[in-house]
């Protein structure tokens, strides 16, 4: 019994050993097929993660490109914004030579040494002999004493309409009388009185007319190679491969950019690459401005009234007012050997040569500056090695904000109109009005609209009107070891019929005077930035060391000196030295304690643009705006505005989305105008379908 039994046990372990290796082969099969799973799992996590990553990083590459070509749309808009700025000095330098330089000899003219009345923001009347023909300019009148070459004794321009009557002549009598010889001697004297006084009359009016046509001369060629120099940055930064300020194809280092920042399997499996400028497609140059479509010049011409002193019966003299533009009426004895001044008086017949007149640029707000950027991947993933690898696309879209290039005309500008609106309120309703909203009576009394002037805030409504404004540089032009030379503009009208010359100066120089002179300091304050400026322009006060040192040498045309700049000074002359010089003792108000509240006190002021005080803080922020903590060391890197830690001016850029570029509800034409579109919407299949 007991055997049997220990045999069926025998029996059944033999079968359940059977079945336990039976069930073993069975359990390394499942497990290799659960290490399968797991393996091909695994696999394609690492697959997946990888993939996420690198579209990630595609994506932060492209938004890096994008960031970098706006960076350099944004710099050459720049340039234009302040090379704009310049143009509206030079009309701000026109305006001053013609208000106060020209009208200082005027009895009772606020820049007039004998005037003694506090100068207040209020409207100050040319005294006209009771003629109220010219209330608010004075018409250029040098002949006085404050000019080198004028008797100290003698001022033909105490009134606009100043009258000299004839001597009586005085006859010697008969060479019989006793007196005859003492007669004989005051006889001679009174000619050579009355003859003094027609050849003093004849002299007047051609100098004040030669100062006239000065003044027209340097504004017209300086304003000339500013609006060349506009003209070419806007053509560079219109094309489909940009060139940025150095010269370099943005799309070359846009593609470096991107490179730079690919993950090693995006870089091997890159391929189509796209950078799109929105500047470019379709934008024509407009043959009547020689600029792209997107910017439009506002083109002016203006009036400049001189005195004209005519020598009448018995050599009297008589000033009456005429005007420079009117070429039939030039007084005798002027002296134009080269045929230049007169030759520039008339504007040319085209608005597209370089010399007819512009008071500056306005660009077409609804003509975005916006970047785009295309890149597509196809990344090889470790666990799929064979076959077609995924393609990887991204975009990114990009736009300079925050700068301003400058004022437009008027205050809206519609949705397809090519210059802001003829019929909408100035922006400047003081300075002179674009052509095409211009109304020539023919009258200079009714046309004074057309006298240069500006102003110097907004809402201002008097500009170089106020006792103020015509008492800035009393000082200067009054002073006795500095007098007054029309010789002092030889040398800025010598550079600037010069084109290769990159140092062009505008503005007076006297070479026998360290620094230049007394009317050169006025008029560099006079050009200072003021509330108007820097309200509506983004200006560089450190505009010399950021761009144009390095290309000064590279290509002079293409960024011109600000006013003030002269290479025969052993320094450069910047924004910042402009402000400097207005707020020194001899420019500052007649009224003590009362400083010329419009006039930046520090370049710190300059620094408008928009900034952040935060990373996720978009309120105002008002302890950096116009302030800086911080300015740039004399031996650190140049930057913009010459801060480190403060405001900044210009240009920034930002990010934008599809969405926002192709919004029909854009609010781009100011209070009040229409919303819409902007030019030229990019198209889903255009920026993926264009060609490299």
Known sequence: MPV???????????????????????????????????????AMIINIGLTVHDKINLQNSVDLAAYYAASKQAEILNAIAHVNYQIRQDYKLLAYRMRVIGGVGYLGHPSHDSYNVPAKEVPWDVPVDGNTFYTDQPAICIGHARWVGEDADENLCRFQLNKIPALPRLPAGPPFIPTYGINLQASQATEEARRAIGEKCRRTAAMNWY??????????????????????????VSEADFKDLDGNSVKTGTMKTLEKNLTIANAKGRGKFILYNNLSSPNPINPET??????????????????????????SCENNVSELMDTNNIPPGVTDATGNLTGLILNPPATSNGLFPIRGVEKNPWWMAFVAVYAESSPRKPFAPFGSAIKLKARAFAKPFGGRIGPWETKTWSPGSKTSDTLAAPIDPLAVPRI???????????????????????????????????????????????????????????????????????????????????????????????????????????????MQKELLSKNPRLLTADLG??????KPFTVSDQINTAIQPEFNSLIPGDPRFYVSQTPAHTLTGWTQTGEADYGFPSDKFGK??????????????????????????????????????????????????????????ELTGASE
């Open 290 to 315: 020689g600029m792209p479509a997107w910017l439009m010049p506002i083109f002016i011409e203006y009036s400049i009234p001189y005195v004209f002193s005519t020598v009448g019966p018995g050599n």
């Open 211 to 236: 100062y006239a046509a000065i003044a027209n001369m340097i504004f017209k060629l300086d304003v000339s190679r500013r609006r060349a120099a506009i003209a070419e940055l806007a053509k560079a």
């Open 565 to 570: 700049y002269q290479k025969t000074l052993p």
């Open 628 to 685: 800086c903590d911080s300015p740039i060391r004399a031996d650190a890197p140049a930057n913009p505005g010459n801060c480190i830690i403060g405001g900044r001016t210009g240009y920034s850029v930002k990010l934008v989305s599809y969405d926002y570029i192709m919004s029909s509800a854009h609010q781009l034409g100011g209070e009040g105008a229409a919303p819409g579109p902007i030019i030229h919407q990019i198209q889903e299949g």
């Open 4 to 42: 049997v039994y220990i045999r069926k046990r025998f029996l059944k372990l033999k079968v359940f050993w059977r079945l336990l290796k039976d069930t073993g082969g069975q359990m390394a099969i499942f497990i290799a097929l659960i290490f399968q799973v797991l393996f091909v799992f695994f």
């Open 436 to 546: 095409d909203r211009q109304r020539r009576t023919g009258n200079l009394a009714q046309d004074r609209i057309l006298f240069p002037n500006y102003s110097k805030f907004p809402g201002d409504i008097l500009g170089l009107k106020s006792t103020l404004a015509l008492s800035h540089g009393r000082k200067a032009l009054n002073n006795e070891v500095e007098r007054l030379n029309i010789g002092d503009y030889d040398l800025p009208l010598t550079s600037l019929l010069n084109p290769n010359s990159p140092g062009g100066d505008a503005i007076a120089f006297d070479p026998r005077t360290v620094g230049g002179g007394a009317l050169r300091r006025a008029e560099v304050a006079a050009v200072a930035p003021d509330l108007f400026d820097l309200t509506y322009y983004s200006i560089d006060a450190n505009y010399f060391y950021y």
